[in-house]
Structure formats: structure tokens, C-alpha cells
T-cell receptor, first 115, second 113 residues
Framework: GAVVSQHPSWVICKSGTSVKIECRSL??????MFWYRQFPKQSLMLMAT?????????EQGVEKDKFLINHASLTLSTLTVTSAHPEDSSFYIC???????????FGSGTRLTVV | GDSVTQMEGPVTLSEEAFLTINCTYT??????LFWYVQYPGEGLQLLLKATKADDKGSNKGFEATYRKETTSFHLEKGSVQVSDSAVYFCALSEGQAGTALIFGKGTTLSVSS
């Protein structure tokens, strides 16, 4: 139980285009979704916290106009990287809090490469 | 603010060797503590967790004990396998609803046969 499905698993896009990453909670309701970014051989850095039906809360230094987060339902949260540039290339991972056991479940991640 | 510090890697071991990955934390309250594992190109999988002092989390031969007096949550395994090669992350959560996990920098483990 408590599965988060993240798509796509990898994407290559041209500089200047936008990319949408989806995370769906398959068997539970994700009131809160967390979005992380991971650079090679580094830890996960929290980008933003999104709550269903409200605006996301972004961490300091994260451009909210560049990384658009939508959490319109209890089972779907999306991250859109707008006007992507090569420096946005990274591994993006979503995570949801699972109330039943106070744990966290993670999506499988999206490898974004901007060329 | 809260933080997690784990030992620098990479850790290179032979199969069946004993593993310890140190993790210490700083927190204002009484956090829950976690170890996650990440295999190449994949997301994170929960390995084990502990929610209060003196709790021992265990899974797949890995163990970690929540030590409040030393603010530590060291990961151990008595006999590692090649399949244990991965990146291990120590993390904490203060437990309030809507609070994200705070991660350590990760430790890469490489096990050779």
C-alpha cells in the first residue's frame, strides 16, 4: 500500500520548452506532497511543499515562477519546469506523507535532461 | 534548524563484512528517524524507522537504534551482500502534519564479491 506513481521516469527536452512531471497517489489520499531535487551524488533538497487545494510553499532560493506546482486533487500533484535550461537538468522526486504509519512514500523519480 | 549529519562515503566493503554508517542529528523536538536506500536511477525506499528513544528499527538484516543521549541513529548490518550496494540516506521528521523529511547527504556503499 501507499504507492506514489511518478511519470515520466525520464525526459529529454530542448532548452526553452516546458516539462510536466506527475505524481499520483494510487491507494491513498495525499493531502500533502513534497517535491525534491537531487543533483548527482548529492542529497535530496526540498523544493516545495504542496497542499491539496492551496498554493505551494517554496523553499528559499527556489523560483516559484519557474517550478510551477499544482495539487488540485488528493491523488495528483504536478511539477512543471517552465522555460527549461540545461542547469535545470536534475533528478526530481515527489514524496507524500502516509498518515497511517507516519511514514513517507516516494515516487520513483524523473530524470530531466535539458539540451 | 534541524539537521542530519552522516558519515562521508564512499564505503567499500567485501561481501560478508560488517557495516556501520554513522548518523547524528540535531532537532528541537523529538523527531522520528529514518533510513532510506536509493538504488541507481531509482527513487527512495524506506529501509527502517524509529519513532522514539531506544526504539530499534530493523529490516533485511539492517538495524538502527534511536539513541537520544547521543542523538544518533547509526545503521548496521552484520554481513553485507553485493546487492546491498546503494546510497543510504539518514533522515528525520519532526512529525507534525505537513512537515517534510530532512535528509543527510547520503553515503554510498559499494560491496564487492
Amino acid at each position: 500500500g501507499a504507492v506514489v506513481s511518478q511519470h515520466p521516469s525520464w525526459v529529454i527536452c530542448k532548452s526553452g520548452t516546458s516539462v510536466k512531471i506527475e505524481c499520483r497517489s494510487l491507494d491513498f489520499q495525499a493531502t500533502t506532497m513534497f517535491w525534491y531535487r537531487q543533483f548527482p551524488k548529492q542529497s535530496l533538497m526540498l523544493m516545495a511543499t504542496s497542499n491539496e487545494g492551496s498554493k505551494a510553499t517554496y523553499e528559499q532560493g527556489v523560483e516559484k515562477d519557474k517550478f510551477l506546482i499544482n495539487h488540485a486533487s488528493l491523488t495528483l500533484s504536478t511539477l512543471t519546469v517552465t522555460s527549461a535550461h540545461p542547469e535545470d537538468s536534475s533528478f526530481y522526486i515527489c514524496s507524500a506523507r502516509v498518515r497511517s504509519n507516519y511514514g513517507y512514500t516516494f515516487g520513483s523519480g524523473t530524470r530531466l535532461t535539458v539540451v | 534548524g534541524d539537521s542530519v549529519t552522516q558519515m562521508e562515503g564512499p564505503v567499500t566493503l567485501s561481501e560478508e563484512a560488517f557495516l556501520t554508517i554513522n548518523c547524528t542529528y540535531t532537532a528541537t523536538g523529538y523527531p522520528s528517524l529514518f533510513w532510506y536506500v536509493q538504488y541507481p536511477g531509482e527513487g527512495l525506499q524506506l529501509l527502517l524507522k524509529a519513532t522514539k528513544a531506544d526504539d530499534k528499527g530493523s529490516n533485511k538484516g539492517f538495524e538502527a537504534t534511536y539513541r537520544k543521549e547521543t542523538t544518533s541513529f547509526h545503521l548496521e548490518k552484520g554481513s553485507v551482500q553485493v546487492s546491498d550496494s546503494a546510497v543510504y540516506f539518514c533522515a528525520l521528521s519532526e512529525g507534525q502534519a505537513g512537515t517534510a523529511l530532512i535528509f543527510g547527504k547520503g553515503t554510498t556503499l559499494s560491496v564487492s564479491s
